[in-house]
């Protein structure tokens, strides 16, 4: 069984000051992590994922996300928010136990960047 | 440029319709998924399909159906049995490689009823 939470429905930020998305997980097998960006009226966008290789993960347009074991999080940060990443941003995880590489979908995190 | 298309974009349904929503890929992935998306709600999976001529049920499959007769294409069609199908329908694929490889959506249809 796996299982997502997102910590926050919406997190407000100025822009130039740090954003820090949160997510905690639940898998009974060793997880694959993902973090997806939507626009109003758009598909998902992969950000990052983790895959065991490190626990510190890189992604596109300067975000990044810890896996910690001990912790069950995969939280999201950026430095310096952008008008641009107004969206909402979902944790997903799946296992290689899921049928059919099923994921599982956190309720999404809704960031509003303030001028 | 690979990636996926979906259409229409928008589409209505009347009372007692079926409606179908193409779905097609160029990126030559096996995978092919469906989600459904409500407002303030994750993603919810109907149908996915890993190899052509076969698929499953997600978690809300009731008054969906599908069909994979090719790799590139996988509609969804709303039946009139789906009592409440406005939401924004979501499609997706991926390399059946590993079970770390991420899914890769289209730009979705809005579905709402007349």
């Known amino acids: 069984a796996q299982s997502v939470t997102q910590l926050d429905s919406h997190v407000s930020v100025s822009e130039g000051t740090p954003v820090l998305l949160r997510c905690n997980y639940s898998?009974?097998?060793?997880?694959?992590l993902f973090w997806y960006v939507q626009h109003p009226n758009k598909g998902l966008q992969l950000l990052l994922k983790?895959?065991?290789?490190?626990?510190l993960v890189k992604g596109i347009n300067g975000f990044e996300a810890e896996f910690k074991k001990s912790e069950t999080s995969f939280h999201l940060t950026k430095p310096s928010a952008h008008m641009s990443d107004a969206a909402e941003y979902f944790c997903?995880?799946?296992?290689?136990?899921?049928?059919?590489?099923?994921?599982?979908f956190g309720g999404g995190t809704r960031v509003l960047v303030k001028p | 440029d690979g990636g996926i298309t979906q259409s229409p974009k928008y589409l209505f349904r009347k009372e007692g319709q079926n409606v179908t929503l193409s779905c097609e890929q160029n990126?030559?992935?096996?995978?092919m998924y469906w989600y459904r998306q409500d407002p303030g709600q994750g993603l919810r999976l109907i149908y996915y399909?890993?190899?052509?001529?076969?698929?499953q049920k997600g978690d809300i499959a009731e008054g969906y159906s599908v069909s994979r007769e090719k790799k590139e294409s996988f509609p969804l069609t709303v039946t009139s049995a789906q009592k409440n199908p406005t939401a924004f329908y979501l499609c997706?694929?991926?390399?059946?490689?590993?079970?770390?490889?991420?899914?890769?959506f289209g730009d979705g249809t809005r579905l709402s009823i007349l």
């Open positions: 399909s890993q190899i052509v001529n076969d698929f």
């Open positions: 997903v995880v799946t296992n290689p136990q899921a049928a059919g590489n099923k994921l599982t």
């Open positions: 983790y895959t065991s290789a490190a626990t």
């Open positions: 990126l030559n992935h096996d995978a």
């Open positions: 997706a694929s991926r390399p059946d490689t590993g079970f770390e490889q991420p899914q890769h």
């Open positions: 898998s009974s097998y060793s997880p694959s």
